[in-house]
Each structure stands twice: as structure tokens, then as C-alpha cells.
């Protein structure tokens, strides 16, 4: 039997004990998750915090609460990864009150534990140069376009859900999305 690949399968060997497979969730969720986090996050937030801090924050909890995940369909693991985002995002912004509040020193986020061959230096670069440019070509766009992009490729919501999480008809979100998508590819040069 080869390495599981879906995260399906991925979830079920780390929910029985394998840690190594969390490895394998890592590397297939890091980057979508840091766009969703450095929206997440706000101005305020972005200046002080980094989405990487708050990515290994995420991914940390992760890890420790995995047990508790329950697989229900296509896109339920980056749902739930998702929701555990927006949990740190608050921890870090009531951290932050509390923190201006004592005019102390921010303490640093606890590391997600990541296996050796994907701390490479030039891994880390290449990983952060890559999600920069996607950052960058989603602040070009509009931000009903970067919104509709986020909802639809990032967190994988279907046209109805996006509809519903928009405010619009289904036909209204998925022009929308359509429109967004080509937009997002004409500032990538088609790619």
C-alpha cells in the first residue's frame, strides 16, 4: 500500500498515532492557510503578529486536538483548520489588548513541530516568497474579488455557501467568482 496522499486518509494515520503524517496535512494546507490567516488578521493585527506565528500557532492546536476532528466531507479539514485560525486570531488580538493594557513585552508563539527536511533555509525562503506574491496579487483586486477568491479556492466553499456567506444569489456569486478568477489570472499572466 503506497503513502496516503488525500487528507482523508492523512487524518486518519496521525488520529492513530502516526505524527509523521501530520507532516504530509502541513505541507498540503501551510500555504493556503497562511493567505487565509493574513486576511484573518487585519492592519492592527499585521503589525504587530505575524502570520506565520499564528500559522504554527494554528497548526500546534492542530495537532493536539486532532482526535477531535470529524471527517464530513471534501474540505471539512481546511474548514476546521480554518475555525482553529480564527480561535488564535482572537487569542492573539485579546493578548494584545491585555498586553498594550500592561505596556509588557509580547511573549512568542509556541513553533509547530515540523519535521527537519522541510526547515531547509532555502525551502523557507522559496515558501515565503511564494505565499508574498500570492498576497500580493490578491491586494491587487478588489476586495468583493479577493473576498469571493478567499471564500471559493482558499477555504473551498461551494457557489451556494458563498452565495450565502456573501449575501448574494447563486448566480450573482458565481459571476462574481468568474469575474474574480479572471481578474486574479490576468494579473498572473495567465498562469
Known sequence: ????????????????GDRE?????FRKYSRRLAVLIHYKLGEELRGSREVDDILQETLLRAFRDIGQFH????????SWLSSIADHAIVDAARYEGRERRRAAELEPLSQVPEPADTKTPSRLLAQKEDVARLLERLDALPADYRQAILLAKIEGLSTAELAERMGKSREAAALLLHRAVKRF??????A
Open 1 to 16: 500500500m503506497g503513502v496516503p496522499t488525500s487528507s482523508f486518509d492523512l487524518v486518519e494515520k496521525v488520529q492513530g
Open 185 to 190: 489570472r490576468e494579473l498572473t499572466g495567465g
Open 21 to 25: 503524517a501530520f507532516s504530509g496535512l
Open 71 to 78: 471527517y464530513r466531507a471534501p474540505g471539512s479539514f481546511l
